[in-house]
């Protein structure tokens, strides 16, 4: 069974810098895609990033693009979220996200999943 543990999430200001990290036990996940999603209140769960298992490339939302970076160290069998120039509309809780069927942009489509990290920027 495999567990994913989220850390790091926390309030800063805009403009500001946090680091996600996300922790997989279970099993080895080298080979898997990771994501990060995030969810807002009353809003859907949204894409953030991925990183693929096979190539290691990454893709972001377009609102994160430039901003945002993830990365993965799998000795550690942990994949991280590096959050710089933080925007009031960041606020959300961030999800780590194991193991993709198909379309990554889909959380419907991830089987693994860990229980989300708080980010609140304040203006």
């Known amino acids: 069974q495999v567990q994913l543990v989220e850390s790091g999430g926390g309030l800063v200001q805009a403009g500001g810098s946090l680091r996600l990290s996300c922790a997989a036990s279970?099993?080895?996940?080298?080979?898997?895609?990771m994501a990060w999603f995030s969810q807002a209140p009353g809003k859907e769960r949204e894409f953030v990033a991925i990183?693929?298992?096979?190539?290691?490339?990454?893709d972001y939302a377009d609102s994160v693009k430039g901003r945002f970076t993830i990365s993965r160290d799998n000795a550690k069998n942990t994949v991280y979220l590096q959050m710089n120039g933080l925007k009031p509309e960041d606020t959300a809780v961030y999800y780590c996200?194991?193991?993709?069927?198909?379309?990554?942009?889909?959380?419907?489509?991830?089987?693994?999943w860990g229980q989300g990290t708080q980010v609140t920027v304040s203006s």
């Open positions: 996200a194991a193991s993709l069927y198909w379309r990554y942009w889909d959380p419907s489509e991830w089987r693994y």
């Open positions: 279970g099993r080895t996940l080298s080979s898997d895609s």
């Open positions: 990183i693929r298992g096979s190539t290691g490339s990454t």
